[in-house]
């Protein structure tokens, strides 16, 4: 791969008398031994799982409103008359959640990583209390728009915050684990979905469960160290060190604090003047940015929010009418979406995010050919069950493929292809992108399926996973095992070229040692 080749080659090059980079693939072939495995270190599996109930409200918020949506259609008869209102009650997540991850970037950057979730905490907990006592749709959806809020927050700050603590031999699997917590929070909303619905105030008791997993990370939180790297950017470096003392252990400790000693005598004006204008303006970081953003816009365009959002509705146009069915056989499709995640974790630092992300769109286009089928033949007058079968047939394949790969890789490649300085920043202007995109596709799914039909949508959705697989054939580096500092290298490589690449590290490898 272009991405390990270009790594292994520059530490060559410089490597005239000089130890490998701490974490790199060539120190860890060369001292195998300080190697650390997923479940070896129960500080990082912990940190990983308070880190990623962000994922986990992320995810329960996504698959509840599909549910409650059902109910809520049955109480308000504006609801029920208006596939618009419809549209906004779920949306208005997507829109607060667009303003939660470009305003996340910025706190990530200023208050560190810690400080990001809690205000996102805050955030989602109120906005549940308030669509839980909600009296009118109104209501509903200025509620929905603080959850969005803090879930857009969440999404820029758990991957970021799993990588920065992560070992690079394990940082595809641990950032895939709040992956995992996001499936994890969908197949626990559809778990109560089915389980209210046959209880009085059923969508109340849906939303305002989902402040439940949000004063469960404010309290754990609490009790969790900041970032060492961010800890480090602000020249808090006994903090730092206290951090890393209890991920690493003697030797390798001691060659991952003289990375970030490097770090910062490398860059040191760079980390105190970062603004917005530096995404567009410098080469590398635009290079690295434009392919983020895609990759999270993308992930969106094929169809992902429509199936989490809408899957009720969609197997209730499939032929099967009662809200139990639907929820039930939705409650099935979710927990194809948590298994595909866990597969996703062992893949992707395995396989890699190129290889992976491949199959899995490979996957998706060919559920989509049996999805966009069915429901073609369906809407032009052929009926019978068989149909609406083959259709939960496509759905469930959909999830089974998207679930594995283009589900954690997008959040797992945008969490470590920035610069430290840049990563909060450009995280969430990436994360700003994909919520942009949900935004869009969610808000406007009814409405096209009313005016081209259901099939007709989803071979839209087709077209777009074509243009996603060349898109990563021919953009995606590979960048499993790497450390962040060479990730950088690969786009300074593609901004600059090879040759400028390679002079410009070898003489910043001179000035620091």
Same mark, same amino acid.
């Given at each position: 791969?272009?991405?390990?080749?270009?790594?292994?080659?520059?530490?060559?090059?410089?490597?005239?008398?000089?130890?490998?980079?701490?974490?790199?693939?060539?120190?860890?072939?060369?001292?195998?031994?300080?190697?650390?495995?997923?479940?070896?270190?129960?500080?990082?599996?912990?940190?990983?799982?308070?880190?990623?109930?962000?994922?986990?409200?992320?995810?329960?918020?996504?698959?509840?409103?599909?549910?409650?949506?059902?109910?809520?259609?049955?109480?308000?008869?504006?609801?029920?008359?208006?596939?618009?209102?419809?549209?906004?009650?779920?949306?208005?997540?997507?829109?607060?959640?667009?303003?939660?991850?470009?305003?996340?970037?910025?706190?990530?950057?200023?208050?560190?990583?810690?400080?990001?979730?809690?205000?996102?905490?805050?955030?989602? %907990?109120?906005?549940?209390?308030?669509? *839980? #006592?909600? &009296?009118? $749709?109104? @209501?509903?959806? +200025?509620?929905?728009?603080?959850?969005?809020?803090?879930?857009?927050?969440?999404?820029?700050?758990?991957?970021?915050?799993?990588?920065?603590?992560?070992?690079?031999?394990?940082?595809?699997?641990?950032?895939?684990?709040?992956?995992?917590?996001?499936?994890?929070?969908?197949?626990?909303?559809?778990?109560?979905?089915?389980?209210?619905?046959?209880?009085? %105030?059923?969508?109340?008791?849906?939303? *305002? #469960?989902? &402040?439940? $997993?949000? @004063?469960?990370? +404010?309290?754990?939180?609490?009790?969790?160290?900041?970032?060492?790297?961010?800890?480090?950017?602000?020249?808090?470096?006994?903090?730092?060190?206290?951090?890393?003392?209890?991920?690493?252990?003697?030797?390798?400790?001691?060659?991952?604090?003289?990375?970030?000693?490097?770090?910062?005598?490398?860059?040191?004006?760079?980390?105190?003047?970062?603004?917005?204008?530096?995404?567009?303006?410098?080469?590398?970081?635009?290079?690295?940015?434009?392919?983020?953003?895609?990759?999270?816009?993308?992930?969106?365009?094929?169809?992902?929010?429509?199936?989490?959002?809408?899957?009720?509705?969609?197997?209730?146009?499939?032929?099967?009418?009662?809200?139990?069915?639907?929820?039930?056989?939705?409650?099935?499709?979710?927990?194809?979406?948590?298994?595909?995640?866990?597969?996703?974790?062992?893949?992707?630092?395995?396989?890699?995010?190129?290889?992976?992300s491949l199959g899995s769109l490979s996957g998706v286009l060919v559920s989509l050919i049996i999805l966009s089928t069915s429901c073609y033949l369906m809407g032009h007058g052929n009926t019978g069950q068989t149909l609406g079968w083959i259709a939960i047939l496509g759905l469930a394949l959909y999830i089974l493929f998207f679930a594995p790969?283009?589900?954690?890789?997008?959040?797992?490649?945008?969490?470590?292809?920035?610069?430290?300085?840049?990563?909060?920043?450009?995280?969430?202007?990436?994360?700003?992108?994909?919520?942009?995109?949900?935004?869009?596709?969610s808000t406007s799914f009814l409405s096209v399926v009313d005016a081209i039909g259901l099939g007709e949508s989803f071979i839209i959705l087709l077209v777009v996973s074509v243009i996603a697989i060349v898109f990563v054939i021919f953009l995606?580096?590979?960048?499993?095992?790497?450390?962040?500092?060479?990730?950088?290298?690969?786009?300074?490589?593609?901004?600059?070229?090879?040759?400028?690449?390679?002079?410009?590290?070898?003489?910043?490898?001179?000035?620091?040692?």
């Amino acid at each position: 791969m272009i991405g390990i080749s270009l790594a292994k080659k520059m530490v060559a090059e410089m490597g005239m008398g000089m130890s490998m980079r701490a974490g790199s693939s060539g120190y860890l072939e060369m001292h195998p031994e300080r190697k650390i495995t997923f479940f070896q270190n129960p500080y990082i599996v912990g940190i990983t799982f308070a880190a990623g109930l962000g994922g986990l409200l992320f995810g329960y918020d996504t698959g509840v409103v599909s549910g409650a949506l059902l109910y809520i259609k049955e109480d308000f008869e504006l609801v029920r008359n208006s596939s618009f209102i419809q549209e906004v009650i779920v949306g208005m997540a997507l829109i607060g959640a667009i303003f939660g991850a470009a305003i996340g970037g910025v706190i990530n950057d200023h208050l560190g990583r810690k400080t990001a979730t809690i205000i996102a905490d805050i955030c989602f %907990g109120a906005g549940s209390v308030i669509m *839980g #006592l909600a &009296g009118n $749709p109104y @209501v509903i959806i +200025f509620g929905r728009f603080l959850v969005g809020l803090g879930v857009g927050s969440a999404s820029v700050t758990a991957p970021v915050y799993i990588a920065e603590v992560s070992p690079s031999e394990i940082r595809g699997g641990l950032v895939s684990a709040n992956t995992l917590m996001i499936t994890a929070g969908q197949f626990l909303s559809f778990i109560v979905n089915y389980g209210l619905t046959r209880v009085p %105030g059923t969508w109340r008791w849906m939303l *305002g #469960l989902s &402040g439940f $997993p949000a @004063v469960l990370q +404010f309290v754990l939180i609490s009790f969790l160290p900041e970032s060492p790297r961010w800890l480090y950017m602000k020249n808090r470096r006994e903090e730092a060190i206290l951090v890393l003392s209890k991920i690493y252990s003697s030797p390798r400790l001691e060659d991952e604090i003289k990375i970030l000693d490097d770090l910062l005598l490398q860059e040191p004006e760079s980390k105190a003047s970062v603004k917005y204008t530096d995404v567009f303006t410098n080469k590398e970081i635009r290079v690295a940015f434009t392919f983020g953003a895609g990759l999270q816009a993308l992930q969106q365009f094929a169809g992902i929010s429509i199936i989490m959002y809408y899957s009720p509705t969609i197997i209730q146009m499939a032929g099967f009418k009662s809200n139990q069915s639907a929820l039930f056989l939705s409650l099935i499709v979710s927990g194809m979406n948590a298994a595909g995640t866990i597969l996703g974790i062992y893949l992707i630092d395995l396989a890699g995010r190129k290889k992976l992300s491949l199959g899995s769109l490979s996957g998706v286009l060919v559920s989509l050919i049996i999805l966009s089928t069915s429901c073609y033949l369906m809407g032009h007058g052929n009926t019978g069950q068989t149909l609406g079968w083959i259709a939960i047939l496509g759905l469930a394949l959909y999830i089974l493929f998207f679930a594995p790969g283009m589900g954690p890789v997008p959040w797992t490649v945008n969490s470590e292809i920035y610069p430290e300085e840049y990563r909060g920043l450009c995280g969430g202007m990436s994360a700003t992108v994909n919520w942009i995109c949900s935004v869009i596709m969610s808000t406007s799914f009814l409405s096209v399926v009313d005016a081209i039909g259901l099939g007709e949508s989803f071979i839209i959705l087709l077209v777009v996973s074509v243009i996603a697989i060349v898109f990563v054939i021919f953009l995606m580096p590979e960048t499993k095992g790497l450390t962040f500092e060479e990730v950088a290298y690969i786009w300074k490589e593609r901004a600059y070229g090879r040759d400028k690449t390679t002079a410009s590290l070898a003489e910043k490898e001179a000035l620091s040692s």
